[in-house]
């Protein structure tokens, strides 16, 4: 619960900062995307799973082509596997609702393309996992942790004034799950999630 409220005053922080920032200039807009996923020690492989990506942002510009953005979204990751063998064909999926907060420090190329890269913070609001037997039992799911930090880089296409267009690429920095018993694996603590996203970025005029 005391992590709950701490993410809850973090969430009243940035809106009171959004509102803040369109007041003084700030550029803002919306992002809309796609997610294409994979959880690191699950035992597959492949980015199978599909999640949706919406949020909001606002950014200003630094020095030179430099800027920073500031990122409220929601973003499902998780992991989706086929399984195969001579009697049966079962599945597997992961699903991991998150809420995050991803801050970013960005290039702009004079050829319209912006490097990025940056840190998220996320937090963990739901948490599922099946098979062709049903839905695994909540100790699983509880397993997770509620927290996540992220890295963040990728490349963006400024289009026109209004629309870009993102490819970014995330990966966990803590896992996001020890492995059963806690065993390690060297330097291999736990499941991390990987991410390929394909953004559709908006500013308002």
Do not use: C
């Amino acid at each position: 619960m005391k992590q709950h409220r701490l993410f809850i005053i973090a969430l009243v922080a940035l809106k009171l900062s959004f509102v803040d920032a369109f007041a003084q200039g700030f550029k803002g807009g919306v992002t809309l995307g796609v997610a294409a996923t994979q959880v690191d020690g699950d035992t597959y492989g492949g980015f199978d799973k599909a999640g949706p990506i919406l949020g909001f942002w606002v950014e200003r510009d630094l020095v030179a082509n430099w800027f920073w953005r500031a990122n409220f979204r929601f973003i499902q990751k998780g992991s989706f596997a086929k399984i195969k063998d001579s009697d049966m064909t079962d599945f597997y999926r992961m699903k991991l609702n998150y809420f995050e907060l991803p801050f970013t420090f960005g290039y702009q190329f004079v050829n319209g393309f912006s490097a990025i890269a940056g840190t998220s913070v996320g937090y963990l609001t739901k948490a599922t996992e099946e098979n062709s037997l049903g839905t695994f039992p909540d100790s699983d799911a509880s397993s997770f942790r509620k927290f996540e930090i992220a890295a963040l880089a990728g490349m963006e296409y400024n289009y026109s004034e209004n629309w870009r267009f993102g490819l970014m690429l995330s990966y966990s920095i803590i896992p996001i799950r020890p492995y059963n018993d806690n065993i390690s694996y060297r330097m291999d603590t736990g499941q991390r999630n990987r991410v390929i996203e394909f953004l559709v970025v908006y500013r308002f005029q």
